[in-house]
Every structure is written in structure tokens, then in C-alpha cells.
């Protein structure tokens, strides 16, 4: 398929605003691979980002969660990467320098390469905080086309994948690392609080680590039903329980967490995760509640004297291969999750379905070659 001379995207140009363009489409440089984007996944760090609570990275073309084909490669990339035209990739959204001591020793989430005024868009995340004024500008997943460049970490994907389910490749990487940080051992009994998309793939995730029980906790009915089919042992609505923390004990056979993972995003479900692990227990706070967000919790009653170790899980590093394995594999009913599937012009309608809370949107992606 012939890659065409410009590219749609949608800019969000400042705050609260969105808007569909298009830019050019270069040839990519010796070590770049074009992305032709076959689905990007809507998150709610996007949100996020619309709403300016992510920094002031505008203008931005956002979307960090997509899959797509390779369009065109450079020639060095050609031999470096073994890709061809038309393989099925995904491409992590951090751009590790890895030459700094966070890279080296695995946690590339945490590269300290940050430099803006390079004008490099090297340890920095696609989609996230790389304006689109930068270089190309072909940064973001919310377009027909995206340049991956030496940096970026890419991944074939199985053949034979759906890109309904390939398309929860990064948000299953997030839960894969949430998961490692809990360190969940064959056995171990495991809280999740927040059902959204990450929350029910961390089911997914602490299920193939092993977890003997898994109770997930929310508020939303609608949302803790599909937690049974992807792994949970039972649900905790924790706005309806008279004591939540006996709820999920339990419903954990009378044991306590060893593990709580949070995935909402909000500090009220933080504060869950902390009182709902045992004593001694493994809490990993894995959502993003953007800026100035405030977490209050009791120094001696929930922190102190119960000796819980809270483990903060940021981004996707070294999820992906975990995250590809098992939705190769089928461990769960993954394209239940994308409950709609738009045109990227509609990308503005997408923000106001998920805005509106209605109990059938569980994760929205947009198609661009729609
Ligand atoms: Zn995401
Ligand atoms: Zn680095």
C-alpha cells in the first residue's frame, strides 16, 4: 500500500480543545519506521492530557496505546530491527535513551534523558508529552501514520491477532507491570480496585502470575460484572457495603490481600487499596490521577503499624512481552473490552461518550484508516 503524502492526525492544539488536520508524511530517515496506526486505544491519561493536567505539551497529537503495520523503514532500521514492510507491530511508547543508570538497570520508564530544548523527543513518551512542533511531528497514535524512531522499542505481533485485541496491548503491558511490582507469587490472594480497562486486564495479569483468589473493588456495577470473565473470584461494590474491608475479606475465604492494586486514578480508590491489603501486604498504585492530586492517608493506622509496603508502578516497561504472549494465547475474552470502535474523525465524540459515564463504554478505539 502506497504511503500517501500526508497524514491525518488529530491535534489537541491547547487545552480542551481537539481538532483534525493533516501534516506531511516524510520519508522515513535511515533509522525511522513509518507506522501506518490500524487502531489506537483512548485513554484516560488522554483526558488527562486534553484537560491539561499532564503538563503543557500543546500542541499534541495524543495516543500512546496503538498497533498498527510498517509502512516504510529506513535502511538502517531495515537491518537493525529485521522488519518488513507490512509486519504487524506495536511500539511501546517510551523512547529510552538507554545510556542513562535507569535504563541500564531495566527501569527505562524512569529514563533521566529529558531534555526538551534538544528538541529530541528522546526519553520522552509518544503520544504523551511530545509536541507536535518537534521535528516531523509525527509523534502521536491518533493518526493514519506515526514515525518510530531509533529509540522507540517495537514488537511484532502474532499473525493471527485481532487488532480489536491488539489494541490493549499497552494498557495489558501496564497491568503486566503492576503485577510485577506487587510481586505476585502462585498463591498469593489479590485486591484490584477499579474496574476500568487496566483494573480488569490486572485480573487478567495477576491470574496468569498464579494469584490463588482475586476480588476486584469499585463503585460501578456496570463495570465490576465483566471482572468475572477475566478472572475474578468475585466482586466488592465498595460504595454498597456496609464495611468494605470485611466484604473483601470475605470474599477472599476469610484471608486477607496480600496484594492491592490500584488502577482508578483517584486518591479515594488509593486509600482503598492501602486498607484493603492485609497487614504487612503489597499495595501498587498504577493510575494516573493527573496533576496536584492529593493523597491522604493515616500515618500510624495505615501505613506505620500495619507495615504495608506501598509500590507506585508508573507506564508499561517491561510488560509488553507478557502482555503479547497472553493475548496470543487467549487468556481472556480481550475484544469484549473495546466496546466501540470509531473513525478518528470522530475522536471528539469518542471524549464526550466516555465523559458521559454510559455503563455500555468500557474501552473506545478509533480506526484510522476509517
Ligand atoms: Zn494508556
Ligand atoms: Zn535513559
Request: net charge negative; hydrophobic share 45%; with cysteine.
Amino acid at each position: 500500500m502506497p504511503v500517501p503524502a500526508v497524514s491525518r492526525q488529530i491535534v489537541f492544539p491547547e487545552r480542551d480543545v481537539i481538532a483534525l488536520d493533516t501534516i506531511a508524511v516524510p520519508a522515513p530517515g535511515p533509522d525511522d519506521v513509518l507506522v501506518r496506526i490500524r487502531r489506537v486505544g483512548i485513554c484516560a491519561t488522554d483526558l488527562h492530557l486534553l484537560a491539561g493536567h499532564i503538563g503543557n505539551p500543546f500542541p499534541l497529537v495524543p495516543g500512546h496505546e496503538f498497533v498498527g503495520e510498517v509502512a516504510a523503514i529506513g535502511t538502517r532500521a531495515g537491518l537493525d530491527r529485521s522488519l518488513s514492510i507490512g509486519d504487524r507491530i506495536a511500539v511501546e511508547m517510551l523512547l529510552p535513551c538507554r545510556a542513562c543508570a535507569w535504563c541500564r538497570s531495566g527501569r527505562y520508564n524512569l529514563c533521566a534523558h529529558d531534555d526538551p530544548s534538544a528538541g529530541l523527543p528522546i526519553g520522552r513518551q509518544l503520544g504523551v508529552n511530545i509536541p507536535r512542533t518537534t521535528g516531523h511531528g509525527l509523534w502521536g497514535g491518533y493518526a493514519e501514520y506515526l514515525m518510530a524512531p531509533q529509540e522507540a522499542i517495537i514488537h511484532r505481533l502474532p499473525d493471527d491477532l485481532s487488532w480489536d485485541a491488539a489494541v490493549l496491548v499497552e494498557p495489558y503491558a501496564v497491568a503486566h507491570r503492576a503485577v510485577a511490582r506487587a510481586g505476585i507469587r502462585p498463591g498469593d490472594n489479590v485486591v484490584v480496585v477499579g474496574p476500568g480497562p487496566v483494573g480488569l486486564l490486572t485480573v487478567a495479569a495477576a491470574r496468569s502470575a498464579g494469584a490463588a483468589r482475586i476480588v476486584v473493588a469499585g463503585t460501578r456495577a456496570a463495570r465490576l460484572e465483566p471482572a468475572l470473565r477475566f478472572g475474578a473470584d468475585a466482586v466488592v461494590n465498595i460504595r454498597e457495603a456496609a464495611d468494605p474491608i470485611a466484604a473483601v475479606r470475605d470474599a477472599l475465604g476469610g484471608a486477607g490481600a496480600d496484594a492491592a492494586i490500584e488502577t482508578a486514578g483517584v486518591p479515594s480508590a488509593q486509600q482503598d487499596a492501602v486498607r484493603l491489603v492485609r497487614r504487612g501486604g503489597r499495595v501498587v498504585l498504577a493510575g494516573a490521577c493527573g496533576a496536584h492530586a492529593e493523597l491522604t492517608l493515616h500515618a500510624d493506622e495505615d501505613l506505620l503499624t500495619r507495615e504495608i509496603d506501598v509500590l507506585p508502578s508508573f507506564l508499561s516497561a517491561g510488560g509488553f512481552e507478557p502482555a503479547i504472549a497472553g493475548l496470543a494465547r487467549g487468556e481472556a475474552p480481550y475484544e469484549e473490552l473495546v466496546t466501540h470502535t470509531l473513525p478518528l474523525a470522530e475522536a471528539e465524540r469518542a471524549f464526550a461518550l466516555i465523559a458521559s459515564r454510559d455503563h455500555s463504554v468500557i474501552k473506545i478505539a478509533l480506526d484510522p484508516t476509517r
